[in-house]
Nanobody, 114 residues
């Protein structure tokens, strides 16, 4: 299974971006789909997750600004990012997981700058 993340780019503060993460195939049902990010010089941090039942969770730093979702089939996850701030600048990674099995995408760069 390969995950392809896309949608990153350069955006001004206050702007929006929508990230996508598509799985090449779905050998089983993924129980958790998540987004992480890693800013330069910092450790990778968790951003948001959506579990198979639809429950979502967010890091405090993005709560109210970011929305995680998935398509009906479950092969693609999305991260809608609104009111972006310079501190949101990072490489964003997606992760699909079931139990101890994890798949990571290659990352997509988001730069928030005027």
């Amino acid at each position: 299974v390969q995950l392809q993340a896309s949608g990153g780019g350069l955006v001004q503060p206050g702007g929006s971006l929508r990230l996508s993460c598509a799985a090449s195939r779905r050998p089983f049902t993924f129980s958790v789909r998540s987004w992480y990010r890693q800013a330069p010089g910092l450790q990778r941090e968790w951003v948001a997750s959506i579990i198979s039942g639809g429950t979502t969770n967010y890091a405090d730093s993005v709560k109210g600004r970011f929305t995680i979702s998935r398509d009906k089939v479950g092969n693609t996850a999305f991260l809608q990012m609104n009111n972006l701030k310079p501190e949101d600048t990072a490489v964003y990674f997606c992760k699909f997981a079931t139990g101890s099995i994890e798949y990571w995408g290659q990352g997509t760069l988001v730069t928030v700058s005027s």
